[in-house]
């Protein structure tokens, strides 16, 4: 396994701030689905034990759609989505790289994913939580 470090992220106004574990190089999947494809989403996933709320879980509203398994958090201040529980990973993390400090990363490799595909693609995605 790749080794790991501590990288923190946050959203615009910095009140929502969190920090995963994950490997210098990052593999960033940059979705086109109909939400990501609208904000400019990035993903890094991780399991739900390598992500903590830093601060601002009492600054966050919260947004579903459709199964209502995705849970994407947004800051009630600025309004950015930093991180969120994807439908592929419910039992995991995706974090914006847009939202990530970038002292820690190493380097990294912006891949696309078929997002407008989805249930096609979605399990190529499911081993991502996985610790």
């Known amino acids: 396994m790749a080794e790991l470090t501590t990288h923190r992220g946050h959203c615009h106004c910095r009140a929502v701030t969190w920090e995963i574990t994950a490997p210098k190089k990052l593999r960033v999947d940059e979705c086109d689905c109909s939400m990501c ?3 400019g989403f990035q ?3 991780v399991p739900q034990s390598r992500f903590k709320l830093l601060t601002g879980d009492k600054n966050m509203t919260t947004y579903t759609f459709n199964t209502h ?3 994407h958090y947004f ?7 930093s991180y969120y529980v994807p439908r592929s990973n419910p039992d995991g993390f995706s974090v914006n790289f847009r939202c990530l400090e970038r002292d820690n990363v190493e380097e990294f490799e912006i891949l696309p994913f078929d997002g ?3 249930e096609a693609n979605a399990a190529k995605l499911a081993h991502m939580s996985k610790e």
Do not use: Y
């Open 75 to 81: 800051c009630k201040t600025c309004g950015i989505e």
């Open 69 to 71: 398994v995705a849970k």
């Open 116 to 118: 407008k595909n989805w």
């Open 43 to 45: 993903h890094i996933i």
């Open 37 to 39: 494809e609208m904000h």
